[in-house]
C-alpha cells in the first residue's frame, strides 16, 4: 500500500518537463490523475495511456489554453464538476520570457501574467473551493528561484513568480483553517526543454555560483512534490522551498 492509492492529483502541464516527471512519480505510488495540458497530441495521449496500464491507475485528461481564460474557466468547472474530490493540485504551467527591462513591453508583460499568475489563480480559486467542501487538500504552486532572487533581464517572469509566491502564502493563511496546505517550490535552475531559453554562457554562469556544481533533474522537484503532498509535511504550509542545489 502506498499513501497515495486512490488518491486523486490534478497536474497542470503534465505532458513534459517537471510536469511529466511528476505524473509519473504520483503513478507510481498509486495515485489517480487529472491532467490539464494546453492541446490534445497523440503522443501525450500515448504515453498517458501507458502509464495507466503500468501502474494500474485512472487518468482523466483536460485540455485548455491557460491565456484563453474563457476555455480555461469552462474547462476547469467540467474538472470540478465530475471529479467531487481533488486530493492535490500541482499547479505546475508556466512560460518563460528573458529579455531587458527597456525591452520587455507591457504587452509582453501581460502575456507572461496571463499565464503565469492569473491563470494560476483561476485555478487555484475553483479548485479550492472542492476542497473546502471536503475540509482537506493540499495545493503546490511552481514558483522559481527567479521569483525570490533579482536578476537583470527578468522582469516578466521573475515578477510574475515573485506575484504567485505571495499569493502562496496569502491562501495558505485563509484556507488553513479548513485543512488545506499550500506551498511554492521554488526551482533552481532544471534540466528541462523549458530551460533551454538560457545561453549555454548563461546556464554555466548558474552552475559555477551553485554549491552542488550542477544543474538539477526533473526527479529532484518531484520528490519535492511528492513529500510537500504526504502527511509527511502536514505541518508545513505557506512555505517557498527552494530545490536549487544551493545558488
Known amino acids: 500500500m502506498h499513501e497515495f492509492d486512490g488518491k486523486w492529483v490534478l497536474i497542470t502541464g503534465a505532458n513534459r518537463g517537471i510536469g511529466k516527471g511528476i505524473a509519473e512519480l504520483f503513478a507510481r505510488e498509486g495515485a489517480n490523475l487529472i491532467t490539464l495540458c494546453r492541446s490534445h497530441s497523440s503522443e501525450t495521449d500515448s504515453y498517458l495511456s501507458s502509464l495507466e496500464q503500468r501502474c494500474g491507475i485512472q487518468i482523466k485528461r483536460y485540455y485548455a489554453d491557460l491565456s484563453d481564460h474563457d476555455v480555461l474557466n469552462a474547462t476547469l468547472k467540467s474538472i470540478v464538476s465530475e471529479n467531487k474530490v481533488i486530493d492535490v493540485l500541482v499547479n505546475n504551467a508556466g512560460i518563460a520570457f528573458g529579455a531587458s527591462f527597456l525591452m520587455t513591453s507591457v504587452k509582453k508583460l501581460k502575456e507572461v501574467f496571463e499565464v503565469n499568475y492569473f491563470s494560476q489563480i483561476m485555478i487555484m480559486q475553483m479548485i479550492v473551493k472542492s476542497m473546502l467542501k471536503n475540509r482537506s487538500g493540499v495545493i503546490l504552486n511552481m514558483a522559481s528561484v527567479g521569483g525570490i532572487e533579482t536578476n537583470p533581464g527578468y522582469l516578466a517572469y521573475g515578477s510574475s513568480k515573485a506575484a ?71 505541518y508545513i504550509t505557506g512555505q517557498v522551498i527552494r530545490v536549487d542545489g544551493g545558488r
Open 164 to 234: 504567485l509566491i505571495y499569493a502562496t502564502k496569502c491562501l495558505s493563511k485563509e484556507v488553513g483553517i479548513y485543512g488545506i496546505r499550500v506551498n511554492a517550490i521554488a526551482p533552481g535552475l532544471i534540466e528541462t526543454q523549458m530551460g533551454n531559453y538560457k545561453s549555454e554562457d548563461e546556464k554555466d554562469k548558474v552552475v559555477q555560483r551553485t554549491s552542488l556544481r550542477r544543474t538539477g533533474e526533473v526527479d529532484d522537484i518531484a520528490q519535492m512534490v511528492l513529500y510537500l503532498s504526504s502527511d509527511k509535511a502536514k
